[in-house]
């Protein structure tokens, strides 16, 4: 890694804690505008009052637009500023004229705020909305520019507008009311233009601004192998109409809206509605996260949309399955929809391709700043379940010594490997691959689990990537879990999860002594009935034969920090494949250590293993080399190739993250995911 990446990964990192910081203090709110263009919503959501849609609360605007539409709306947010601006909104609605309510959050009249807050708005808020608006209230100069993302907009407008010389915009646009004049205006000034889009691009993706716009670094990176995002972002709003209809931008370059121009719950015409429903208890707002409120949602009460804006682009697979699985017990699954938007073009994490979505025609949208827009049944054909961590309480952590014993042993195997494996071959007839193995294996058979929680990281995020899903055909999955060792792979879905849904498991190795542990661990759960612990040798096509389920018939094949292991990677890839049922109903499923990042953590650079420069390459090669003294071999990309006719590899996205060795902090591999259906 370069020493700019170094920066820029360090500015991310210190961004994200301020976000994080702002957003879990409730000192101020991020979003003073709901920045997701609900016209896009009601296109495919069609929402009556039939529905009743949880979303995420923001500034309210969106929230208000659902009930306009007749929809009962739960509105959630983490951040109690949001949730106090929201219930702002909602007792002004409730009480005031619509000529005042306009004044106040369309024009900013603060001093009528002032007037009507503490007898007439303060009474019909929450405690907690009170506590946020008695300190906010007196130092408010402007809803506009409001909030971080106000403080961001008003930074471009007030100061970047003005060094670029481009006061065009606002006069064309708020002054004179041209959109033809702007367009015109745009043209003539071409360059400065451009010069404005790659400093807001480099303010935002480099110098770490995004957390102004509440857009932490792993939603940002979803983007950044493309060049010039605000360059498109730019092209897009200019196709809308900037003086009439598109509000998101009109108001924070005016620093008002105008009656024309402005979200639907100031117009006039909605505003009798609002008041009526919201008068009617059809608002619900809650303070905490989505799982938290889906957690206490009281019995009987069904939701029929799900509106999740784009949260999900920050969140790593097992949050997504969380909250999904909250989401299948609390939605009414004859009627559930869940709508989501993405900085991703495609859909950016494997839990949510399983949903099978539809990807949303949001050729319209004024925001501009989503590359894709999806929507989605969730109708229980793929199950939700929460992963585990352990089937019974969880073991002792390994303490420093049994960690130095462990990591002694498999520093020193390389020197007593030929005579460990010449006493082994000597008992019991093994092929070299299998007498290796178990040469290394034997002596940390009891230490084994223990030792590697701290090393084999993506294990449990291939588990949250696997789809639970009935075949096809009926009946239950079939698994066969290659290198399972002691199956502790198994311990990441409950023991209810496999009766419900498994109907055969298959744990192969090559170690003995390792699958010694994996008998007595299933029995222990009496899970012998469902799981088979099998020694056999995955690279020998005799063998797989022989012991494991016929050719296409298995729903699932994994590898979890095993292929790395395999000295025919290759053979074995293709075995697996072999095994899976074809057409998408079977799928590979790959945790590992990998060589490199792939293309998606170098943003599309590089080569194929994502190696962009001479440092990262150094430093890959001497990770390689420690690895390989115990016959860990990191994966390239060019192995998966091998059967990328087989198996679809670009449907789910990969994973890719780095996490340091035991006892060797400055040894940081890559770990990686891979999941890929059958073609």
Not at 17 to 35: A, H, P, Q, R
Not at 253 to 279: F, M, N, W
Not at 485 to 509: M, P
Request: some cysteine; proline content about 4%.
């Amino acid at each position: 890694m370069g020493p700019i990446k170094l920066i820029n990964r360090l500015v991310h990192k210190i961004a994200d804690m301020t976000m994080f910081k702002i957003v879990g203090n409730d000192y101020t709110y991020l979003y003073n505008v709901s920045w997701e263009d609900p016209r896009i919503d009601h296109t495919v959501c069609k929402c009556t009052s039939d529905d009743h849609v949880i979303t995420i609360a923001s500034a309210g605007c969106n929230t208000f637009d659902y009930i306009i539409e007749g929809a009962k709306v739960t509105a959630v947010d983490l951040n109690a500023a949001q949730i106090a601006l929201t219930d702002l909104k909602a007792a002004a609605i409730r009480t005031l004229e619509f000529s005042e309510f306009f004044r106040i959050f369309a024009k900013n009249d603060i001093q009528l705020l002032r007037s009507k807050y503490k007898d007439v708005l303060r009474p019909l808020m929450s405690p907690r909305s009170q506590q946020f608006w008695d300190a906010k209230v007196p130092s408010l100069k402007s809803f506009m520019y409001s909030g971080t993302s106000g403080v961001l907009a008003k930074f471009v407008v007030r100061v970047i507008f003005r060094v670029l010389g481009l006061g065009f915009i606002r006069r064309t646009l708020i002054e004179n009311k041209n959109l033809n004049e702007f367009h015109e205006q745009c043209q003539r000034h071409k360059l400065r233009l451009s010069v404005m889009c790659w400093v807001i691009d480099k303010l935002i993706s480099n110098a770490g601004l995004a957390l102004l716009a509440g857009v932490p670094s792993r939603q940002l990176e979803l983007g950044l192998h493309r060049k010039n995002n605000f360059v498109t972002v730019f092209k897009r709003l200019c196709d809308t109409d900037l003086v009439k209809d598109n509000y998101f931008y009109f108001g924070y370059i005016g620093g008002e809206y105008s009656e024309e121009c402005c979200p639907r719950y100031l117009k006039e015409v909605h505003y009798q509605t609002l008041r009526d429903a919201i008068t009617a208890g059809r608002l619900t707002l809650f303070e905490g996260t989505l799982v938290e409120c889906l957690k206490q949602t009281k019995p009987g009460v069904k939701y029929t949309v799900a509106s999740l804006l784009d949260h999900m682009d920050w969140m790593p697979p097992h949050m997504i399955n969380e909250e999904l699985h909250w989401l299948q017990q609390n939605m009414d699954q004859t009627k559930a929809r869940i709508f989501w938007r993405s900085f991703s073009e495609s859909v950016h994490s494997a839990p949510l391709v399983w949903l099978n979505p539809q990807r949303v025609d949001d050729s319209t949208d004024r925001v501009a700043m989503y590359w894709s827009t999806w929507i989605a049944r969730l109708d229980g054909t793929v199950r939700y379940d929460l992963r585990t961590q352990y089937w019974s309480k969880q073991p002792k952590k390994a303490d420093f010594f049994s960690m130095i014993s462990t990591g002694i042993k498999i520093v020193v195997f390389p020197i007593l490997q030929s005579f460990k494996m010449k006493r082994i071959q000597g008992s019991s007839a093994m092929s070299d691959h299998q007498s290796k193995m178990e040469a290394f294996y034997q002596s940390q058979k009891d230490e084994y689990d223990a030792f590697r929680e701290q090393m084999l990281h993506a294990r449990p995020v291939l588990a949250e990537c696997m789809p639970i899903r009935q075949p096809k055909e009926g009946g239950k999955i079939v698994w066969v879990d290659v290198g399972g060792g002691t199956a502790r792979n198994l311990e990441f879905f409950s023991v209810e999860t496999i009766r419900a849904n498994f109907s055969k498991i298959v744990v192969v190795d090559v170690s003995t002594s390792l699958l010694e542990v994996a008998t007595k661990r299933v029995a222990e759960q009496g899970l012998s009935d469902i799981v088979q612990c099998i020694e056999c040798d995955f690279c020998d096509p005799q063998a797989v034969a022989a012991k494991l389920p016929q050719t296409g018939t298995c729903d699932w094949v994994t590898f979890s920090y095993s292929l790395s292991m395999i000295p025919m990677k290759e053979a074995a890839l293709k075995s697996a494949v072999s095994l899976l049922k074809p057409k998408g109903a079977g799928v590979l499923g790959i945790a590992d250590f990998f060589y490199g990042g792939g293309l998606r953590a170098s943003f599309g650079l590089g080569d194929t293993d994502g190696i962009t420069n001479i440092f990262t390459r150094i430093y890959c090669e001497l990770t390689r080399l420690w690895f390989k003294q115990d016959n860990v071999i990191l994966l390239k990309q060019r192995v998966l190739d091998t059967i990328k006719s087989d198996v679809d590899m670009d449907l789910v996205p990969q994973e890719r993250f780095r996490k340091r060795v035991p006892l060797l902090p400055m040894l940081r591999p890559w770990h990686g995911v891979l999941v890929a259906p059958t073609r």
